[in-house]
Structure formats: structure tokens, C-alpha cells
């Protein structure tokens, strides 16, 4: 009993991880006012493109330079929609998620190679004797690489957030725009880098996703709804980094247990297990929004000729 | 260097919008060390003329020198660069950050850590220099209105501005904030500093300004020396005709009997912050109470708390005996124009006859056999329009496409027409030019001697003074005293609007 | 002034608003086919033929038409659910989840073989249908509500909780799975709980009929009745719906309600007349497809009917498309897609231009003067 928790709070730490290496941008997006989400898709995109440059290019490095690269591209098309032709944020990224979803599975039928191979995933850094070392061990000397990364982020963010320049500027672009403009910021400009920023990080966490341990990217939705519900922890979390990445821990343990789960009783359904997450994350959703304090203009468009 | 005696210069400056001229051939000058006074109504232009001068809004035509220099201001930030800085009209604060956030915020620094230490001392070295306090740590929302301004100011003067641009800097504050805000003026004129201070009340301006420039309809009228000046003068260069707003003569209406009745009424706003405080009023038929008092003090939560729309946590309110218990949307009971009429008063993107309904949508003769009669809601809104002068090509207009005073004759239209027993108007003549004005006063007079109960709410002294049977002072969510509409003297109002009870007084 | 006079000057640049629209939509149609042909030259195949063998999938023959209606079907009801959502200004976008609990409800009745004639058996399976999708929508609608839950989150949210279950009904559920079959599925809908084909040799059911209806019957509802008022007072300005004394929650509630029995209904109708089965996942990705049939449409149930027929058709075509030039079938939702955000690409931030800031006071010259310059930009 005591190997099966270890082994599930092992994997809920990897499981989060990706969450919250996605969370990290969508935390600035949101408090500047952007809701990215095709964060979804974007991962998805992530996933896939890991896999691949992982696996023909065979290098860690270019693949994670490559996902940053997509993530860029794709976060700038997100921000074009949302900020400068002030399309609707929820429709954007429906259909950015809807494209991505496409576009990967018809990549992905091209490279049928990947389906057989295992890409190379992100190494561990400690030496593998120390893996051994009971509970922590496998708790922590185990993880990935990415995991010990994914695990630095929130705190990194909560200081550009709280601690820099630029940080105050996205937290007042998105409290107020027309203010933040006529102290003399670039709104749009602001927008747009957080924008961006949630993309590159979005599909890093894709790329987390995928590389952290599988190795093998998966047609229909690999994603499964964790675009969703990372924007749910940053609502959840209050847009704080560092609490936004604990409820993502949460999520990534709901994840995780379900696998566990199935090992050890079948009474339960797997299907009832599978649910686990979604139900999770409505009920976290529901017992925390009161407490949350929106960005005021959260997901409105910003018109620069308002005055 | 005959030219720099001038910190800036606006020459024939056009601004036009879709259909409008905003600003037609401005030209305005200021001196350093000099409180140049901009003049003029609600919409005559002056707003837009310091936007194009902040950089906000593109001149269509027009040039701008700075200490004789030509200058091209295409942003806010090129605007700060060159020493110009505005405190505008509705704040320009992020309140959900602290004061010190608030005054580092866009200015560019190499460094991007976030060192407060510095600015906060730099901060508390002007606020003793212009004696504004406010602390740098406090979060802006908590602060009052007032303090807010003083922190606008601050913000301004922090980036060495030249130039600093007051936009109807008086309009929340109390009298005596007022008198702290000209000492700061003073203060800052004296370092060399040009100050641009924009109003449509004519004695503030008296008091402060050297000169004054009026600008009527887009168009500049004139510029005079303050010296030169007085009121009457100014008020017909401000209006082109002279103009008084004089207590309305009226007669006692016969059959006088309670109609809103409020007891120890207590209510929080937004924040959960009190917003009413014990707060106890009995309004007759044929009269109109007018409540006075500076903006935020409680005024909104009245109107709303007597609407239904906002729950009272203690106390009763009751209209003609019936206790008021959630949203009032008869509209032969309660008639409500609501402060901000575009964002609760109409829907814009709903045709003219649509807004029109917006009450009574549900009930004959609009809607019979669950199904809307567009016949008689088309003619209902023709002989609205009608009866209450709305300039419009047809019913079928968006409200959008109205102007502000044709915007708020629909909300009368259609709250008052029905004949209320009681009719709540809140800020009912805000943005509206004097014609507009002078239409709602009188369409208010009406309803009182038709025997409506009115409850009349305004921050502007003036109109209260000339409409109210009764006045009241509201302060921070209480009443500072009743006074008689015939006899109420200006100054004992603009003390109690400090928080003076009328008993302190004597 | 003559009212009918003037009433000309403003009717006309309405009308050309909507000219200017259409246009614009046609447009972000034309640049996501465009690229979309890009992606499928990059894939392999010429752009021409696979446009050429979409078009013939969709229009060639009877029964590609009539394909294109039965793939219609739920395009419509999705699109209409979302379009009501929209008008009241929420996002209800789990018709996914709808349709697999309106599913699970049909088959509750229909998988037995109850002994009913099909005019009982069928509308009995309808309203169960349409009762376990009601009761899903009601969990989103009532904690947008009443708890301020964000519906877009949750309503996803519970789209992957229906899936599941629908995966754990036909695949372990007793009763109505089949059990021990190849694939995750439901037992066969009894005989007289299956529709009636319309068209001997295709698989044409009544649903994209009734969805043509539904939509005609809620374009009168949004426009001639109280409860579309109410509806539409909400979703344009919320301040003052509550003003005007409008229940908002349980409104949300009822629409949200609404919304998802249509969808139940949708999912009803997909296994009731063209898979006669539950299976696993009937119904991948309706959920956005049908936030892009009631978004190309502006939420305007006429709209739904074109824009639910468009996409059937680009979806039929896309299906022929594949098999005849081997592009993969994933491309269907990528033209889509694309499509949709070329479509709000060139839309929407001119939207506004109507919009001014109403601060001025000159009413009369003012307002003559707008309506011309308003007339000028068409």
C-alpha cells in the first residue's frame, strides 16, 4: 500500500508537470487581460512536435527549441485574433484548438515512423543509484528533468509577476487598460507578449507531455481537455503563479490516481476513474470562485481608440 | 528669446470625427508659471482638445510647440517624454495596485527589477513639497475620491512634467478639497511649472487662473485676462446668451401624503465597504428632495437600495406602504433613471421601440398570447417620440446612433410617461448640454406637480438648489442635514457636504 | 421631416452593413480554403482535384446530397443550441456532451424491445433523451448562475465526463451494452424505436428536417416573443436586463437547459436514425463544430441553416475527398477551422465602426450629419 502511494504521488508530480509548465504563460496572458484558449490546441501542436524533432532530428535541444519556435508562432496568431482585430477570445481558441487538433492528426499519419518508436525523452539528472533511495528516491531523484524544471517555473513567474517592471506592467494592462495607456505603456504591445508567452509555454508543456516519459505522441486529442483545465487552476489559483501551479498539482494527482486506482481495486469502473480530473476540476472550480479576484477586464477586448 | 515666454502653444488645432467637428481651428497658449484656464460647456470641446495635446487622440490639422518648439505627439509616452502630464477626468488609475505602483508604472527604467524604495522616498518628498498626502503603500481603491486625485497629481508631477493638464479637477472634490487642490496649483505655478486647468465652473476658474481661454461648440471664443474678467462675462462667452439656472417658482402641492418611506437603512457597496448608514428619509407626493453631495458618498447605492436592484442588510424600505423587496420594474410605481444610462438605462444595440419596452416587454397590450405586438410597441415608441421630442429619423434606430441628450429622453420616455408615484433621477442632466438640461428640469417640475413623489440626485449644486423643495447632504452614506429648498444657503450645503452636521453648526 | 423620407437614409446603410458582412465572411471563407489548399498541396495531393472530389462528394449525386443533409442534421441542432447560448451571452459549448447523454437516454428506452407501435416508442425515446441532457445542462447552468462558474471550463469539462460515461454504458453497462463486442458499443435500437429512411438506398432521416424547422421556429422565437426579448435583453446588456427587473440566473438556467435538451435531442436522432447503436464516440468534435456553425451564422438561427448546410457539405466532400486522393480525413475540421478564423480574421474589429462615442451634444446637426457619413462608408 505505501509503494502505491509513493508511486502516485511519483506520477502526480509528473503528471502536473506539464500543467503547470502551461500554466506559467497562461497566468501572465490572463492577468493581462487575455484569455489564450487555444492553450489546448497549442499543446497538442507541442506534444507532437517534441516527438518528432526528438526523434528524426534526434536532439532534446532542438526539439525543445523547435516546440518553443511553434508555440511562438502559434501564440502570435492567437494574439493577432484576440488583440489586434479584437476577435472574441473564446471563439479564437475554440478554433485554434480545432485546426491544431486536425493539423497534428494529419501529421502525425504522415510519420508513421513515430507510431513504432519510442522518441528519446527528457533524462533524469540524478545518477540512477540514487533512484533507489526509498520514497524519495523514486519521488524526486526519478523525475525527469522537465519535472524539476516545471517545479522551479511558478516561483520564477510569481517574481517577473510581482517583483519586475514588466510584471506590474501586465498585471496593470489587464486590471486597466485606458490607464496603463495613458501612463504611457504599449497595451497592445504588452497583450502581445503575454500572448506570445502563453503559446511558447503552452507547447512547451506539450512538449512535457509527451517527452516527460511516453515518448510517443497519440492521434485524437492527446491533450485531453488539460488546456481546459489549466485555465480552471488559473481561475482556481487566483492567478497567482505559485498557487495556480499547486492546483494544477492537484489536477495532475486527480490524473494520476486514476491509473493507480485501476491497479489496485476493479470494483470501479476505469471509465468513473477516467472522469476523475473533469469532475475535480468543476468542483475545485466551484468551491473557489468567490475567492478569486478577476483581472478586471479578464477577456475583454481592448479598443486602443477608447479614450 | 521672445517665443519660449510660452511653456506651450496649440495652433489652429481641427479635430473632426465621423460627422462632428470636436475642435474646429483652436488655438491656445501658455505661459510658464502660468494657470491658463479652459473654459467652456459639457461637449464644447475642451476634452478632446488636451487628448490631442496628451497624445490620445490624432489633431486632423493644427501644430503643437513646446518651449517654442514644434512637437509631434502621436502617444501618451512621447506626451510624458516631453513634460506634459494630465490628471484626467474619470481617474487613470490601476486601483487594484498600490499608490507607489501607480506612479512608477511606464516609466522606463534599464533596470527591470522592481526597486520601490527610492520612488516611495522620492514620493514623500512631494508630497511635502505640494502638501497632497497619501500614503504610497495603500491600495488605491481604498483610498477616497479625493485622495485619488491627489494621487493622479503626484503621479504627474513625479515625471517632471512642464505642462500638467487638470481635467475638471474639481468635479469629486469637496469645497475644501478644492481650496487644498488651488494651494497645490500655487505651489507647483511657482516652480516654473504651466498649468491647464480645464472646467465649465465659472468661479473656480475666477479663482485660480491668470488667463482664460473659452472654447464654445469646438470653436475657440476668446481668450481673457482673469483680471479682466468676470462672471457674467465669461458666461456669455461660455453659453452665447447669458444664462442662470433660477429657482423654479412653484406652489405647494395640496394633497401631500408619504410615498417612499425609508427607516434605518443600512447597505454595502461592491467592495462590502457601508455605503448606507442609518439612513432614514420620507419623500411626499408633489415635492422633489434633492440629495446633494460629492459623488461616491452613497448616492448610487440610494437610488439602487429604493429600485430593488441592490439588497439592503438592515432597515426598511417601503413605497406607498409596500415594502420594497427585489427589482421594481412596474413602471407605473417606480420611475428610475439610472446614472449611467448607457450601461444600465437602455440597451444601444436595441431599436429606439425596443428600449422602449424594456419593463413592461411581458405585459398587454405589448405582449399578448406570449407573442410581442410589434404593431402597437412601434406605435407606442412614434408617439413617445413624439410627445418627448426625441430627434430620430424612425423608431426603428439603434440607441446607439442617438446623442447623449436623445439617449437620455428615451430613459424618460419610458420611465416617466407611465405616471409613476414615485420617480428616482440620478444624475439625470450629467454630459447633457444646457438646452438638454433645461428639459429634464423641466420635465422633472412637471412630474413633482403632477404629484410624483422625486427623488432628485445630483452633484450639481446648482440644480438642486433650483429644483428641491427639500434638500439633504449626503456624507459617506449619512445624512448631514435637511434643509428647505427656499431658504438653503450655498455655503452651509458645501459644509455639510464636508461631513458637518447641520447640529455642529450654531 | 418626412419619417418615410428619412427612414430611407438609414435603412440603406443598414443594409449595406450587411452587404459588407457577407462579404467579408465570404471572403474569410475563400483565404481558409485557400490555405487549407496550401495544407493539403504540402500533404501530397493537388489542391484542384481534392476540391474537385470534395465538390462532387458534396453536390455530385442525390446521395452525396442527401449525405450532406444527414451530416447536417447535427450541425443544425448544435448550431442552434449554441446560437441561443450566444444571443443571452453564454458560451454553452458541450454539445458534445449533450448529444452522448441524449444518446444514453434514447437508448434506456430504445434498445428494448418494448412492444410499442414507433409513434410511442420513438418520442418516448426522445424525451428521454431530452430529459438526461436537460439534467446535464442544468449542472453549468446552475453553477454559472448561482455559484459564477465560468460555463466555457465547465461545460468542456462535462463534455469529458459524458464521454466517459457513454464509454462505461456501452462498453460495461449491462443492460444496453453489447457486451463482448468489437468495438465499445450499445445493442441494436429496437425496430420500432429506429427513424424511418426517407431515401431508399441512402441513410436519410428526418433529423436535418426537423433541425431546418427548430431553427426556423427559434429565429420567432428570438424575434416575436417575450421570451426571446428577455433572451436577447440579457445577452446585450446585462446591466440592464437586471434593471428592467430580468430573473438573469434563472434565465441562464433556462437557456442553458434549452440548449442542451436541443442537443440531447441531436444525439437522439444520430443514433436513432443513422447508427442505430450507441457507439463509443459517435460524435467526435461536434462539440466545436458546432460553435462554428452558430458562430459564422452571428448567432442568427436563419444563419444556422446556411452555415450548418456549408459545413455538411465541406464534411461530406471532405469524407469523398480522402478516399479519393488519400488526404487525410482530419483535413474535414481543419477547413473548417481555418475557415472560422479567417472568418473572424477579417471581421470583426471593424464591427464596431458603427459604435461611436456618444458624448457629444449637438443632437440635431449632429445626428443628420452621422446618418450621411454612416451612408458615405458603404
Same mark, same amino acid.
Given at each position: 500500500m505505501f509503494s502505491i502511494i509513493v508511486d502516485w504521488l511519483q506520477a502526480a508530480l509528473r503528471w502536473a508537470a506539464p500543467l503547470i509548465v502551461v500554466s506559467f504563460g497562461e497566468v501572465f496572458a490572463e492577468r493581462s487581460g487575455v484569455i489564450n484558449m487555444g492553450i489546448e490546441g497549442i499543446m497538442l501542436f507541442g506534444a507532437l512536435v517534441g516527438v518528432a524533432a526528438s526523434y528524426y532530428l534526434d536532439s532534446l535541444l532542438l526539439a525543445v527549441l523547435l516546440t518553443i519556435l511553434v508555440g511562438a508562432v502559434l501564440g502570435l496568431a492567437v494574439a493577432y485574433l484576440t488583440?489586434?482585430?479584437?476577435?472574441?477570445? !473564446?471563439?479564437?481558441?475554440?478554433?485554434?484548438?480545432?485546426?491544431?487538433?486536425?493539423?497534428?492528426?494529419?501529421?502525425?499519419?504522415?510519420?508513421?515512423?513515430?507510431?513504432?518508436?519510442?522518441?528519446?525523452?527528457?533524462?533524469?539528472?540524478?545518477?540512477?543509484?540514487?533512484?533507489?533511495?526509498?520514497?524519495?528516491?523514486?519521488?524526486?531523484?526519478?523525475?525527469?528533468?522537465?519535472?524539476?524544471?516545471?517545479?522551479?517555473?511558478?516561483?520564477?513567474?510569481?517574481?517577473?509577476?510581482?517583483?519586475?517592471?514588466?510584471?506590474?506592467? !501586465?498585471?496593470?494592462?489587464?486590471?486597466?487598460?485606458?490607464?496603463?495607456?495613458?501612463?504611457?505603456?504599449?497595451?497592445?504591445?504588452?497583450?502581445?507578449?503575454?500572448?506570445?508567452?502563453?503559446?511558447?509555454?503552452?507547447?512547451?508543456?506539450?512538449?512535457?507531455?509527451?517527452?516527460?516519459?511516453?515518448?510517443?505522441?497519440?492521434?485524437?486529442?492527446?491533450?485531453?481537455?488539460?488546456?481546459?483545465?489549466?485555465?480552471?487552476?488559473?481561475?482556481?489559483?487566483?492567478?497567482?503563479?505559485?498557487?495556480?501551479?499547486?492546483?494544477?498539482?492537484?489536477?495532475?494527482?486527480?490524473?494520476?490516481?486514476?491509473?493507480?486506482?485501476?491497479?489496485?481495486?476493479?470494483?470501479?469502473?476505469?471509465?468513473?476513474?477516467?472522469?476523475?480530473?473533469?469532475?475535480?476540476?468543476?468542483?475545485?472550480?466551484?468551491?473557489? !470562485?468567490?475567492?478569486?479576484?478577476?483581472?478586471?477586464?479578464?477577456?475583454?477586448?481592448?479598443?486602443?481608440?477608447d479614450v | 528669446?521672445?517665443?519660449?515666454?510660452?511653456?506651450? /502653444? $496649440?495652433?489652429?488645432?481641427?479635430?473632426?470625427?465621423?460627422?462632428?467637428?470636436?475642435?474646429?481651428?483652436?488655438?491656445?497658449?501658455?505661459?510658464?508659471?502660468?494657470?491658463?484656464?479652459?473654459?467652456?460647456?459639457?461637449?464644447?470641446?475642451?476634452?478632446?482638445?488636451?487628448?490631442?495635446?496628451?497624445?490620445?487622440?490624432?489633431?486632423?490639422?493644427?501644430?503643437?510647440?513646446?518651449?517654442?518648439?514644434?512637437?509631434?505627439?502621436?502617444?501618451?509616452?512621447?506626451?510624458?517624454?516631453?513634460?506634459?502630464? $494630465?490628471?484626467?477626468?474619470?481617474?487613470?488609475?490601476?486601483?487594484?495596485?498600490?499608490?507607489?505602483?501607480?506612479?512608477?508604472?511606464?516609466?522606463?527604467?534599464? %533596470?527591470? %527589477?522592481?526597486?520601490?524604495?527610492?520612488?516611495?522616498?522620492?514620493?514623500?518628498?512631494?508630497?511635502?513639497?505640494? /502638501?497632497?498626502?497619501?500614503?504610497?503603500?495603500?491600495?488605491? +481603491?481604498?483610498?477616497?475620491?479625493?485622495?485619488? /486625485? +491627489?494621487?493622479?497629481?503626484?503621479?504627474?508631477?513625479?515625471?517632471?512634467?512642464?505642462?500638467?493638464?487638470?481635467?475638471?479637477?474639481?468635479?469629486?472634490?469637496?469645497?475644501?478639497?478644492?481650496?487644498?487642490?488651488?494651494?497645490a496649483i500655487r505651489q507647483i505655478i511657482k516652480k516654473g511649472c504651466s498649468v491647464i486647468f480645464?472646467?465649465?465652473?465659472?468661479?473656480?476658474?475666477?479663482?485660480?487662473?491668470?488667463?482664460?481661454?473659452?472654447?464654445?461648440?469646438?470653436? $475657440?471664443?476668446?481668450?481673457?485676462?482673469?483680471?479682466?474678467?468676470?462672471?457674467?462675462?465669461?458666461?456669455? $462667452?461660455?453659453?452665447?446668451?447669458?444664462?442662470?439656472?433660477?429657482?423654479?417658482?412653484?406652489?405647494?402641492?395640496?394633497?401631500?401624503?408619504?410615498?417612499?418611506?425609508?427607516?434605518?437603512?443600512?447597505?454595502?457597496?461592491?467592495?462590502?465597504?457601508?455605503?448606507?448608514?442609518?439612513?432614514?428619509?420620507?419623500?411626499?407626493?408633489?415635492?422633489?428632495?434633492?440629495?446633494?453631495?460629492?459623488?461616491?458618498?452613497?448616492?448610487?447605492?440610494?437610488a439602487e437600495c429604493i429600485a430593488g436592484l441592490r439588497k439592503i442588510t438592515s432597515g426598511s424600505i417601503s413605497i406607498k406602504g409596500k415594502p420594497v423587496t427585489g427589482v421594481i420594474a412596474d413602471p407605473s410605481f417606480l420611475g428610475f433613471i439610472p446614472e449611467d444610462r448607457q450601461k444600465t438605462g437602455l440597451v444601444l444595440d436595441f431599436s429606439i421601440a425596443d428600449n422602449m419596452i424594456i419593463k413592461d416587454y411581458h405585459e398587454k397590450p405589448f405582449a399578448q398570447k406570449h407573442m410581442l405586438q410589434y404593431k402597437t410597441i412601434k406605435k407606442h415608441a412614434r408617439e413617445m417620440i413624439r410627445k418627448y421630442h426625441i430627434k430620430t429619423p424612425s423608431e426603428d434606430v439603434k440607441v446607439r446612433n442617438l446623442s447623449g441628450g436623445n439617449q437620455q429622453k428615451v430613459v424618460i420616455a419610458r420611465e416617466l410617461d407611465p405616471e409613476p408615484v414615485l420617480d428616482i433621477a440620478s444624475h439625470p442632466t450629467r454630459g447633457l448640454d444646457l438646452g438638454a438640461v433645461a428639459n429634464v428640469h423641466e420635465t422633472l417640475l412637471k412630474e413633482r406637480n403632477r404629484g410624483a413623489a422625486v427623488l432628485f440626485i445630483s452633484a450639481e449644486l446648482q440644480e438642486i438648489m433650483a429644483l428641491s423643495d427639500r434638500i439633504i447632504v449626503l456624507f459617506n452614506g449619512e445624512i448631514m442635514g435637511e434643509l428647505d429648498g427656499e431658504s438653503a444657503d450655498q455655503n452651509v450645503i458645501g459644509q455639510m457636504m464636508l461631513g458637518q452636521r447641520a447640529e455642529v453648526k450654531e | 421631416m418626412n419619417a418615410s423620407g428619412k427612414s430611407k437614409t438609414i435603412r440603406l446603410p443598414l443594409l449595406g452593413d450587411m452587404a459588407v458582412s457577407f462579404g467579408r465572411t465570404l471572403? @474569410?471563407?475563400?483565404?481558409?480554403?485557400?490555405?487549407?489548399?496550401? *495544407?493539403?498541396?504540402?500533404?501530397?495531393?493537388? #489542391?484542384?482535384?481534392?476540391?474537385?472530389? *470534395?465538390?462532387? @462528394?458534396?453536390?455530385? &449525386?442525390?446521395?452525396?446530397?442527401?449525405?450532406?443533409?444527414?451530416?447536417? &442534421? #447535427? *450541425?443544425?441542432?448544435?448550431?442552434?443550441?449554441?446560437?441561443?447560448?450566444?444571443? &443571452?451571452?453564454?458560451?454553452?459549448?458541450?454539445?458534445? @456532451?449533450?448529444?452522448?447523454?441524449?444518446?444514453?437516454?434514447?437508448?434506456?428506452?430504445?434498445?428494448?424491445?418494448?412492444?410499442?407501435? &414507433?409513434?410511442?416508442?420513438?418520442?418516448?425515446?426522445?424525451?428521454?433523451?431530452?430529459?438526461?441532457?436537460?439534467?446535464?445542462?442544468?449542472?453549468?447552468?446552475?453553477?454559472?448562475?448561482?455559484?459564477?462558474?465560468?460555463?466555457?471550463?465547465?461545460?468542456?469539462? *462535462?463534455?469529458?465526463?459524458?464521454?466517459?460515461?457513454?464509454?462505461?454504458?456501452?462498453?460495461?453497462?449491462? #443492460?444496453?451494452?453489447?457486451? @463482448?463486442?468489437?468495438?465499445?458499443?450499445?445493442?441494436?435500437?429496437?425496430?420500432?424505436?429506429?427513424?424511418p429512411i426517407l431515401m431508399r438506398g441512402s441513410s436519410l432521416h428526418a433529423g436535418p428536417f426537423i433541425g431546418v424547422l427548430l431553427c426556423l421556429i427559434f429565429y420567432f422565437i428570438l424575434n416575436y416573443t417575450p421570451f426571446g426579448y428577455q433572451t436577447k435583453l440579457l445577452g446585450s446588456n446585462p446591466h440592464a436586463a437586471h434593471y428592467a427587473g430580468v430573473d438573469a440566473r434563472k434565465q441562464m438556467v433556462k437557456i442553458m437547459v434549452l440548449g442542451a435538451i436541443i442537443g440531447g435531442f441531436s444525439g437522439a436522432i444520430e443514433v436513432m436514425g443513422l447508427n442505430r447503436r450507441v457507439y463509443m464516440d459517435f460524435v467526435t468534435n461536434v462539440g466545436y463544430e458546432s460553435v462554428a456553425v452558430a458562430l459564422l451564422a452571428g448567432g442568427n438561427p436563419i444563419g444556422v441553416i446556411a452555415s450548418a448546410l456549408f459545413f455538411a457539405a465541406l464534411k461530406a466532400g471532405g469524407a469523398t475527398m480522402s478516399i479519393e486522393t488519400g488526404v487525410s480525413s482530419s483535413m474535414n475540421s481543419i477547413i473548417i477551422a481555418l475557415c472560422m478564423l479567417f472568418v473572424i480574421g477579417v471581421g470583426v474589429a471593424d464591427g464596431r465602426r458603427q459604435q461611436k462615442i456618444v458624448d457629444n451634444s449637438k443632437d440635431d446637426e449632429s445626428e443628420s450629419k452621422e446618418l450621411e457619413t454612416a451612408k458615405g462608408e458603404v
Open positions: 488583440v489586434s482585430r479584437r476577435a472574441n477570445q !473564446v471563439v479564437t481558441g475554440l478554433m485554434i484548438n480545432m485546426v491544431s487538433l486536425g493539423a497534428t492528426d494529419m501529421i502525425f499519419a504522415m510519420m508513421s515512423e513515430t507510431r513504432q518508436n519510442r522518441a528519446t525523452t527528457f533524462p533524469t539528472i540524478f545518477p540512477a543509484s540514487m533512484h533507489d533511495i526509498p520514497v524519495i528516491g523514486p519521488l524526486f531523484f526519478s523525475q525527469p528533468v522537465s519535472t524539476w524544471i516545471a517545479f522551479i517555473l511558478p516561483f520564477i513567474a510569481a517574481y517577473i509577476l510581482y517583483k519586475t517592471r514588466w510584471g506590474l506592467n !501586465v498585471r496593470a494592462v489587464g486590471d486597466n487598460p485606458k490607464a496603463s495607456a495613458t501612463a504611457g505603456l504599449s497595451v497592445i504591445g504588452i497583450k502581445y507578449q503575454t500572448v506570445i508567452l502563453s503559446g511558447i509555454f503552452a507547447c512547451l508543456g506539450g512538449c512535457v507531455l509527451s517527452l516527460a516519459e511516453v515518448g510517443y505522441f497519440s492521434a485524437g486529442g492527446m491533450a485531453a481537455g488539460r488546456g481546459f483545465i489549466v485555465m480552471a487552476a488559473c481561475v482556481v489559483g487566483g492567478w497567482d503563479p505559485v498557487r495556480t501551479a499547486l492546483i494544477c498539482l492537484i489536477f495532475g494527482a486527480a490524473d494520476s490516481a486514476q491509473l493507480r486506482i485501476q491497479t489496485v481495486s476493479s470494483t470501479i469502473p476505469y471509465q468513473f476513474l477516467q472522469m476523475l480530473p473533469y469532475v475535480v476540476t468543476i468542483v475545485a472550480l466551484t468551491i473557489m !470562485v468567490k475567492h478569486s479576484l478577476v483581472p478586471k477586464t479578464w477577456g475583454a477586448a481592448y479598443d486602443p481608440k | 528669446m521672445e517665443e519660449n515666454r510660452y511653456a506651450l /502653444q $496649440m495652433q489652429d488645432i481641427t479635430v473632426e470625427f465621423p460627422g462632428v467637428i470636436a475642435n474646429d481651428h483652436v488655438s491656445i497658449d501658455c505661459k510658464k508659471g502660468e494657470v491658463l484656464g479652459l473654459l467652456g460647456e459639457n461637449g464644447a470641446g475642451k476634452t478632446t482638445l488636451m487628448n490631442v495635446l496628451y497624445g490620445l487622440r490624432p489633431p486632423t490639422s493644427g501644430k503643437i510647440f513646446l518651449d517654442g518648439k514644434e512637437v509631434q505627439i502621436s502617444s501618451p509616452y512621447e506626451a510624458i517624454e516631453n513634460g506634459i502630464g $494630465m490628471v484626467h477626468q474619470h481617474f487613470k488609475l490601476v486601483d487594484t495596485l498600490s499608490v507607489i505602483e501607480n506612479v512608477v508604472l511606464g516609466i522606463k527604467e534599464k %533596470k527591470q %527589477k522592481l526597486d520601490l524604495e527610492p520612488a516611495k522616498k522620492r514620493l514623500k518628498e512631494l508630497c511635502e513639497e505640494y /502638501q497632497l498626502y497619501v500614503d504610497p503603500d495603500e491600495i488605491v +481603491w481604498r483610498l477616497p475620491v479625493g485622495k485619488q /486625485q +491627489w494621487v493622479e497629481i503626484l503621479k504627474a508631477l513625479y515625471r517632471d512634467c512642464k505642462v500638467l493638464i487638470l481635467d475638471e479637477p474639481t468635479a469629486v472634490l469637496t469645497p475644501s478639497e478644492s481650496d487644498h487642490l488651488c494651494q480645464i472646467s465649465h465652473k465659472l468661479r473656480e476658474v475666477m479663482d485660480i487662473t491668470d488667463r482664460i481661454t473659452v472654447i464654445r461648440d469646438g470653436k $475657440m471664443i476668446g481668450t481673457i485676462k482673469t483680471s479682466d474678467a468676470n462672471q457674467l462675462i465669461l458666461a456669455e $462667452m461660455m453659453v452665447g446668451r447669458p444664462i442662470s439656472i433660477d429657482r423654479k417658482p412653484r406652489s405647494l402641492y395640496p394633497q401631500s401624503e408619504p410615498v417612499l418611506e425609508m427607516h434605518n437603512v443600512n447597505a454595502v457597496d461592491e467592495r462590502g465597504i457601508p455605503a448606507l448608514r442609518n439612513f432614514s428619509l420620507t419623500v411626499n407626493s408633489g415635492e422633489i428632495v434633492g440629495v446633494a453631495g460629492v459623488d461616491g458618498n452613497g448616492q448610487r447605492e440610494l | 471572403l @474569410g471563407i475563400l483565404m481558409g480554403l485557400v490555405a487549407s489548399g496550401i *495544407l493539403i498541396a504540402i500533404s501530397g495531393a493537388n #489542391p484542384f482535384t481534392a476540391y474537385g472530389a *470534395l465538390l462532387r @462528394g458534396a453536390l455530385g &449525386s442525390r446521395y452525396a446530397i442527401s449525405n450532406v443533409l444527414v451530416r447536417a &442534421s #447535427p *450541425l443544425l441542432l448544435g448550431g442552434i443550441g449554441v446560437a441561443l447560448g450566444i444571443k &443571452s451571452g453564454l458560451w454553452n459549448i458541450g454539445m458534445e @456532451g449533450y448529444m452522448y447523454l441524449g444518446a444514453i437516454g434514447a437508448s434506456v428506452v430504445g434498445v428494448f424491445d418494448l412492444g410499442l407501435p &414507433s409513434f410511442i416508442h420513438i418520442p418516448l425515446c426522445f424525451l428521454f433523451a431530452m430529459a438526461f441532457a436537460a439534467v446535464w445542462g442544468a449542472i453549468p447552468g446552475y453553477l454559472k448562475a448561482y455559484r459564477g462558474v465560468n460555463e466555457v471550463t465547465c461545460t468542456i469539462m *462535462l463534455s469529458y465526463v459524458a464521454i466517459y460515461l457513454t464509454n462505461w454504458v456501452v462498453s460495461a453497462f449491462p #443492460p444496453i451494452a453489447e457486451i @463482448g463486442a468489437f468495438y465499445p458499443m450499445s445493442k441494436k435500437f429496437a425496430d420500432s424505436a429506429l427513424l
